[in-house]
């Protein structure tokens, strides 16, 4: 019997599906790659609405986004079908169902090209900069206020810091005590919050458009070419600043060890792999702001001391956000973070340096 049958029935896909199976390596939705009788293959994903409390919300986001992006890579001559997330409607016309099993939605699979997990190649990483930057300049004439907050205050690093202190209050888990340094680290840096939301707040620095998950795996890379076809999982679409998904990049793929590495010995920053990012960020986004421009070393910074936070603020609530596979997962997340801030912080200048030679 194959899996969610008829809620796939209920998408206008102009066949019957012959193949239904686990696709894909993400954790919060279930996804399923479905093969039709005529060969036809489309994405279909369960939403977590336990994490995505507003279901309507976060879809009317993305049918706007997509619709917009689409036309867009349109215009400039571009295959749509490649360069953009397509939206397959139900045959009632609407962008997502809902049934007893839940919400879902489809998109056109877009085939001969894969997301990788991980930066062995900076070529790769710099083809996922040069999708995220069109993907903002793509976004640069839309009104970001028409967007929902899928997740409230989401990058609202002064939210998130009064979060750390309820966390560090409550000290559910009795770890507190265990990991003083660590608290000491993130006090310290109390100034570091309030810096990009301001700008936004007081209209200094514009808001757009945002992804919010700007990892290397949320690009798709033609596999013939290597380029990059299309930005991918557009659950966390908000407005915000481009200086969070530039952040977030950076922290991601400026890392020279996994996450949770426990030796720190091993974790460091990239300054190199920063430069290929900000190459390929700042050629694509043609129409960011001086002052965007001069944040992005900072947001650096920002964006990994804020995951830093998020994860120490996990462990002394006793791991109940945060999936972990061992003991003690996310106060290495979190010391990982905070080594990497430490580096960044020593390497400031020659990153906004970086920022201007290639920004010219």
């Known amino acids: ?19 239904v199976q686990p696709h894909g390596e993400g954790h919060i939705n279930e996804t399923y790659l479905i093969v039709t009788d005529r060969g036809v293959k489309y994405i279909l994903q369960k939403i977590n609405d336990r ?10 986001n993305i049918r706007l986004v997509t619709d917009h992006v689409a036309r867009k890579v349109r215009e400039a001559g571009g295959d749509s079908a490649r360069g953009a997330l397509q939206l397959i409607q139900t045959r009632a016309g609407e962008a ?16 001969r090209a894969t997301s990788h997990q991980t930066v062995t190649d900076p070529e790769q990483f710099y083809q996922s900069a040069a999708a995220f930057g069109a993907f903002q300049n793509h ?18 690093t002064v939210k998130r810091f009064e979060g750390f202190r309820l966390s560090l209050k409550a000290d559910k888990a009795g770890r507190a005590a265990g990991v003083q340094s660590e608290i000491d680290f993130v006090l310290a840096r109390e100034n570091y919050c309030g810096r990009i939301v301001d700008l936004l707040n007081s209209g200094r620095m514009p808001l757009r458009v945002t992804h919010n998950d700007t990892k290397l795996n949320n690009v798709m890379l033609d596999d013939a070419t290597g380029q990059a076809c299309a930005v991918i999982d557009l659950d966390t679409v908000m407005p915000g600043s481009v200086c ?3 952040g977030d990049s950076i922290r991601f793929g400026c890392n020279s060890a996994a996450e949770d590495e426990v030796d720190l010995g091993k974790v460091y920053f990239r300054p ?17 702001t001086k002052i965007e421009r001069d944040s992005l070393a900072f947001a650096s910074i920002l964006m990994t001391y804020e995951c830093g936070m998020r994860f120490l603020a996990d462990y002394l609530d006793g791991d109940v ?11 290495d997340r979190a010391r990982t973070q905070f080594k990497l801030v430490s580096d960044m912080e020593r390497q400031l200048p020659e990153m906004e340096e970086t920022i201007k030679r290639v920004g010219r």
Not at 139 to 155: G, K, R, V, W, Y
Not at 272 to 288: C, P, Q, V
Request: net charge negative; aromatic share 18%.
């Open 272 to 288: 190199g792999l920063f430069e290929t990012y900000a190459r390929g960020y700042l050629g694509a986004l043609k129409s960011i």
């Open 139 to 156: 976004l640069a004439d839309f009104d970001a206020s028409q967007l929902s907050e899928t997740i409230p205050n989401f990058h609202n």
């Open 244 to 246: 969070y998904d530039f």
């Open 51 to 60: 994490i995505f409390k507003d279901v309507p919300g976060l879809m009317n």
């Open 96 to 111: 997502f169902l809902c049934t007893n099993n839940g919400y879902f939605r489809m998109y056109v699979f877009i085939d």
């Open 1 to 19: 019997m194959i899996k969610y049958c008829d809620e796939i029935k209920q998408f206008d896909i102009g066949g019957e599906p012959a193949l």
């Open 321 to 331: 956000y945060f999936r972990i596979r061992r003991e003690n997962q996310n106060l």
